[in-house]
């Protein structure tokens, strides 16, 4: 599945964007602490940008009742 996904951004896509936790990946991270918070915490990145910059991160604030993300 990665390869396929690899392929695809690698000849087809302009933008692709990816939906995080905030601080995934830092020590001491804890991923079902992230979860249980409401709102969460959320990174939309610019994972691959054909006309422009990549790794850019906006913050968003994710109320998972309502499905509703609201930029900090």
Same mark, same amino acid.
């Given at each position: 599945?990665?390869?396929?996904?690899?392929? #695809?951004?690698?000849?087809? $896509?302009?933008?692709?964007? !990816?939906?995080?936790? *905030?601080? %995934?990946?830092?020590?001491?991270?804890?991923?079902?602490?992230?979860?249980?918070?409401?709102?969460?915490? #959320?990174?939309?990145?610019? $994972?691959?940008?054909?006309? !422009?910059?990549?790794g *850019?991160? %906006?913050?968003?604030?994710?109320?998972?009742?309502?499905?509703?993300?609201?930029?900090?």
């Amino acid at each position: 599945m990665g390869e396929k996904i690899e392929i #695809i951004s690698k000849f087809y $896509l302009s933008l692709f964007i !990816g939906l995080q936790l *905030k601080g %995934i990946g830092d020590k001491g991270f804890d991923i079902n602490q992230a979860k249980m918070k409401n709102p969460r915490d #959320i990174e939309l990145v610019i $994972l691959k940008n054909r006309n !422009g910059a990549t790794g *850019k991160k %906006i913050t968003f604030e994710y109320y998972p009742f309502f499905n509703y993300f609201k930029e900090v």
